[in-house]
């Protein structure tokens, strides 16, 4: 059975750094052609693609955020993790990670979401 | 990249069959976009219903399809249920830029 979960507090400060963690299980992130990104939403609003790392730890990151996010991987404990520096209140929303295994980059399954808020 | 646009609301009664619209795929000068659907509950994470256009994956009723036209790509649900009342938002993929864009979300009420 292939499931992530998402990790991380659910309360930081503006402009401190966030570190949120998807563990995975039920497949490889090793395995040729297998995907893992980052997705957010805030409350009532769309989602937001965030960052992708790939079998071959490629990593991409959305235009609009990349000089603040980071995504990293650890292929022994089946984990993703993204870093998000310089938080602000408009980066509260629900974090998910998602598997995308197909070059089509649709994301096959989703965990179930970590809400994070920033406040002071 | 801007994000696509969808109808804010669709409604439909049990049984009628409905289409909610995703535009702005090929905004960006018509490179090879890949299109996806999701349904997404209240307090839930996105299902994937679509992707590829047209293609569902295993477990995922057949009374939804996908269309693309010029621009445009489609979501269509057929013989409307009740447990149909959700969320539906689109994306777009580029395998060029690597960039995943998603559509603003369509809530459909089932009356």
């Known amino acids: 059975q292939v499931t992530l979960k998402e990790s991380g507090p659910a309360l930081v400060k503006p402009t401190q750094t966030l570190t949120l963690t998807c563990t995975f299980s039920?497949?490889?992130?090793?395995?040729?052609?297998?995907?893992v990104s980052w997705i957010r939403q805030p409350p009532g609003k769309a989602l937001e693609w965030l960052a992708r790392?790939?079998?071959?730890?490629?990593?991409f990151y959305s235009p609009s955020l990349q000089t603040r996010l980071t995504v990293s991987r650890d292929t022994s404990k089946n984990q993703v993790v993204l870093t998000m520096t310089n938080v602000d209140p408009v980066d509260t929303a629900i974090y998910y990670c998602?598997?995308?295994?197909?070059?089509?980059?649709?994301?096959?399954?989703w965990g179930p979401g970590t809400l994070v808020t920033v406040s002071s | 990249q801007s994000a696509l646009s969808q109808p804010a609301s669709v409604s439909g009664s049990p049984g009628q069959s409905i289409t909610i619209s995703c535009t702005g795929i090929?905004?960006?000068?018509?490179?090879?976009?890949?299109v996806s659907w999701y349904q997404q509950r209240p307090g839930k994470a996105p299902k994937l219903l679509i992707y590829?256009?047209?293609y569902r994956p295993s477990g995922v009723s057949d009374r939804f399809s996908g269309s693309e036209s010029v621009n445009t790509a489609s979501l269509t649900i057929s013989g409307l249920q009740t447990e149909d009342e959700a969320e539906y938002f689109c994306?777009?993929?580029?395998?060029?830029?690597?960039?995943?864009?998603f559509g603003g979300g369509t809530t459909l009420t089932v009356l």
């Open positions: 998602a598997r995308m295994p197909w070059t089509s980059g649709a994301f096959d399954l």
């Open positions: 039920g497949f490889s992130l090793t395995t040729s052609g297998m995907r």
């Open positions: 790392i790939d079998w071959d730890d490629d990593k």
């Open positions: 090929n905004s960006d000068g018509g490179r090879y976009k890949s």
């Open positions: 590829d256009v047209n």
């Open positions: 994306s777009s993929y580029s395998i060029t830029d690597t960039l995943v864009i």
